[in-house]
């Protein structure tokens, strides 16, 4: 079975702080990985995903991560956040049959302006 | 906007009663998700249609009952729920089990209050 652990599980910044946000997984087979957004009263989004190839990967609103296989980590990161940054952030997994997504138990960021 | 859409926005309902959630995509997709997200907690899955036939169901119990009608509508018809089900129901799709991209559209979300 699939697991996925967020360390951090709120953060506070000011704007222009860098963000990484800290994502492990495990999971037996090849992994397909994930980071959704909640902004506050808003659908989940996806921000960047990552199924094979160069495994730094970027998403929208400047935000990238990193899959590192050897310490089974897949880190949210942003060179500066915003004041619009403000949400919860969930990593999650998908299995190898492409029909089960494990989220984390989520980052609530809080950035101050 | 998500494309997922799920109604109603709020539903409050006495343990007695009969209700149903209904989720609609237009985007061809053919895998759909229930979930089911309380407070400050992420989102945990409940069932998952693949091409319009229940494929996974994490012991749920029977008080939840999901239907496909057809590739484009999910229900999740509710009945003697209990407080404790009280939650936000999420409804998402993705392309299928063809597919390399996996990802899943959420909808807004159903607001279950059960008194």
């Given at each position: 079975?699939?697991?996925?652990?967020?360390?951090?599980?709120?953060?506070?910044?000011?704007?222009?702080?860098?963000?990484?946000?800290?994502?492990?997984?495990?999971?037996?087979?090849?992994?397909?990985?994930?980071?959704?957004?909640?902004?506050p009263?808003?659908?989940?989004?996806?921000?960047l995903?990552?199924?094979?190839?160069?495994?730094?990967?970027?998403?929208?609103?400047?935000?990238?991560?990193?899959?590192?296989?050897?310490?089974?980590?897949?880190?949210?990161?942003?060179?500066?956040?915003?004041?619009s940054?403000?949400?919860?952030?969930?990593?999650?997994?998908?299995n190898?049959?492409?029909?089960?997504?494990?989220?984390?138990?989520?980052?609530?960021?809080?950035?101050?302006? | 906007?998500?494309?997922?859409?799920?109604?109603?926005?709020?539903?409050?309902m006495?343990m007695?009663?009969?209700?149903?959630?209904?989720?609609?995509?237009?985007?061809?997709?053919r895998?759909?998700?229930?979930?089911?997200?309380?407070?400050?907690?992420?989102?945990?899955?409940?069932?998952?249609?693949?091409?319009?036939?229940?494929?996974?169901?994490?012991?749920?119990?029977?008080r939840?009952?999901?239907?496909?009608?057809?590739?484009?509508?999910?229900?999740?018809?509710?009945?003697?729920?209990?407080?404790?089900?009280?939650?936000?129901?999420?409804?998402?799709?993705?392309?299928?089990?063809?597919?390399?991209?996996?990802?899943?559209?959420?909808?807004?979300?159903?607001?279950?209050?059960?008194?």
């Amino acid at each position: 079975a699939q697991s996925v652990s967020q360390h951090n599980h709120h953060v506070i910044l000011s704007e222009a702080a860098s963000l990484e946000l800290g994502c492990n997984y495990s999971y037996g087979g090849t992994v397909n990985l994930f980071w959704y957004v909640q902004y506050p009263g808003q659908h989940l989004q996806l921000l960047l995903k990552y199924f094979s190839g160069d495994p730094l990967v970027k998403g929208i609103k400047g935000f990238e991560a990193e899959f590192i296989k050897s310490k089974f980590s897949f880190n949210l990161r942003k060179p500066s956040v915003q004041w619009s940054d403000t949400a919860e952030y969930f990593c999650a997994v998908m299995n190898n049959a492409g029909n089960m997504l494990t989220f984390g138990g989520g980052t609530r960021l809080m950035v101050k302006p | 906007d998500t494309e997922v859409t799920q109604t109603p926005k709020h539903l409050v309902m006495g343990m007695t009663n009969k209700k149903s959630l209904k989720c609609e995509q237009h985007m061809g997709h053919r895998a759909m998700y229930w979930y089911k997200q309380k407070a400050k907690k992420p989102p945990e899955l409940m069932f998952v249609y693949s091409y319009e036939k229940l494929s996974i169901n994490e012991s749920v119990p029977s008080r939840f009952s999901p239907e496909c009608p057809n590739s484009s509508l999910l229900n999740l018809h509710l009945h003697a729920l209990q407080p404790e089900d009280s939650a936000l129901y999420l409804c998402a799709s993705s392309q299928g089990k063809q597919s390399n991209t996996g990802e899943l559209f959420f909808g807004e979300g159903s607001r279950l209050t059960v008194l």
